[in-house]
């Protein structure tokens, strides 16, 4: 009786120094890549657990969530896709909140006409028989974004024969920077992350909703340093490092 009393109390104290323990797994957007993992970097030099980064398009995250995928923390590029798993119960009360914001722009590869104004059917004539490489408009954030703004300025028509989809943002600049496509619809911070490509223009921000990406804890995470992660991403150490990537924090 003794032996099993003192087993049951090492158990109780070894659960939660273990939940403790576990690195917190993060679904984040695509576009964040470099930002996190900065941040990951200060965190783990902190002292912590190195939080585990997985990033794909923030509609495949959703999907994953929403089939029963366990993660402590999800970061979508907009905030369509954290309401709905928000809707499906899976986000903690109270742990939503705005991260970071971005833009978005149009990249081309180097020595490419640049993109003065892209009202009506500025960019179809500039793009020609070429591609512009977009992460897919019907789903993934970036593409959704880029849509609504070639809507708003009435050029969606003239290039949407051209659109190649990608499975995500990342996905669209590679094809600019590997030269499948002359032009490519991205964020600006992925422009600032490629290696030859230029921006070739800025999408006005009225021409689309307000980029951000909001940070939730998710309700089937199993890290107890989940949340830690997470105020630390908002807090001014952690938006400074997000900014320094491109990021806007206010």
Request: hydrophobic fraction near 50%; proline fraction near 5%.
């Given at each position: 009786?003794?032996?099993?009393l003192?087993?049951?109390?090492?158990?109780l104290?070894a659960?939660?120094?273990?939940?403790?323990?576990?690195?917190?797994?993060?679904l984040?957007?695509?576009s964040?890549?470099?930002?996190?993992t900065?941040?990951?970097?200060?965190?783990?030099?902190?002292?912590?657990?190195?939080?585990?980064?997985s990033?794909?398009a923030?509609?495949?995250?959703?999907?994953?969530?929403?089939?029963?995928?366990?993660?402590?923390?999800?970061?979508?590029?907009?905030?369509?896709?954290?309401?709905?798993?928000?809707?499906?119960?899976?986000?903690?009360?109270?742990?939503?909140?705005?991260?970071?914001?971005?833009?978005?722009?149009?990249?081309?590869?180097?020595?490419?006409?640049?993109?003065?104004?892209t009202?009506?059917?500025a960019?179809?004539?500039?793009?020609?028989g070429?591609?512009?490489?977009m992460?897919?408009?019907?789903?993934?954030?970036?593409?959704?974004?880029?849509?609504?703004a070639l809507?708003?300025?009435?050029?969606?028509?003239?290039?949407?024969?051209?659109?190649?989809r990608?499975?995500?943002?990342?996905?669209a600049?590679?094809?600019?920077?590997?030269?499948?496509?002359p032009?490519?619809i991205?964020y600006?911070?992925d422009?600032?992350a490629?290696t030859?490509v230029?921006v070739?223009?800025?999408?006005?921000?009225?021409?689309?909703?307000?980029?951000?990406?909001?940070?939730a804890?998710?309700?089937?995470?199993?890290?107890?340093?989940?949340?830690?992660?997470?105020?630390?991403?908002?807090?001014r150490?952690?938006?400074?490092?997000?900014?320094?990537?491109?990021?806007?924090?206010?």
């Amino acid at each position: 009786m003794r032996f099993v009393l003192s087993l049951l109390a090492l158990l109780l104290i070894a659960g939660p120094a273990a939940a403790q323990e576990r690195a917190p797994l993060v679904l984040a957007a695509a576009s964040m890549q470099e930002a996190l993992t900065d941040a990951a970097d200060a965190w783990t030099k902190a002292g912590h657990e190195r939080p585990r980064l997985s990033f794909a398009a923030s509609s495949a995250l959703a999907r994953q969530i929403a089939a029963g995928g366990r993660a402590d923390l999800f970061i979508s590029a907009d905030s369509d896709w954290m309401d709905d798993v928000a809707k499906r119960g899976l986000v903690v009360a109270g742990t939503r909140a705005v991260l970071v914001r971005n833009q978005l722009v149009v990249v081309s590869r180097p020595g490419l006409p640049r993109v003065v104004a892209t009202k009506g059917a500025a960019l179809g004539k500039l793009l020609g028989g070429g591609a512009l490489a977009m992460a897919d408009p019907d789903s993934v954030p970036a593409g959704k974004y880029g849509r609504e703004a070639l809507t708003r300025l009435g050029a969606w028509n003239v290039v949407a024969p051209r659109v190649v989809r990608a499975e995500n943002v990342r996905a669209a600049l590679a094809l600019v920077e590997r030269g499948a496509a002359p032009y490519g619809i991205v964020y600006a911070t992925d422009a600032r992350a490629a290696t030859g490509v230029q921006v070739a223009g800025v999408f006005p921000p009225r021409s689309h909703a307000p980029i951000v990406y909001p940070i939730a804890r998710l309700t089937a995470g199993e890290s107890a340093a989940a949340e830690g992660f997470r105020r630390f991403l908002l807090s001014r150490a952690g938006q400074a490092i997000l900014a320094r990537r491109g990021f806007s924090t206010r």
